[in-house]
């Protein structure tokens, strides 16, 4: 699976912006998505999860951090997911990347995900 993420930008405290990650290559309704961030100096770190969808629709996993103002969705027939977030602080500038996991069970390590994509910026200026 390849994953192309776009969507990061400027924006200023209180705005929103919405990522997209793309996937091409195996079937992408196979993996669970996530959505990772890493500010510089610090360790990569989980944002969002969305799990494959089955019979009951998907389950969706949120950072406390980011509970309430961000949003991860998905659609298949686009292969593609995305990161809506809105209510910007600048603690959430940092790069984005989005993550498929083909494991079967919920996993917030970034370790835990097999694909990655190449990241983009997020700048929230206060």
């Known amino acids: 699976v390849q994953l192309q993420a776009s969507g990061g930008g400027l924006v200023q405290a209180g705005g929103s912006l919405r990522l997209s990650c793309a996937a091409s290559g195996r079937s992408f309704s196979n993996y669970a998505m996530g959505w990772f961030r890493q500010a510089p100096g610090k360790e990569r770190e989980f944002v969002a999860r969305?799990?494959?969808?089955?019979?009951?629709?998907?389950?969706?996993y949120y950072a406390d951090s980011v509970k309430g103002r961000f949003t991860i969705s998905r659609d298949n027939a686009r292969n593609t997911v995305y990161l809506q977030m809105n209510s910007l602080k600048p603690e959430d500038t940092a790069v984005y990347y989005c993550a498929a996991d083909s494991g079967a069970f919920v996993a917030y390590a970034a370790g835990r995900y097999d694909y990655w994509g190449q990241g983009t910026q997020v700048t929230v200026s206060s």
């Open positions: 969305i799990s494959r969808i089955s019979w009951s629709g998907s389950s969706t």
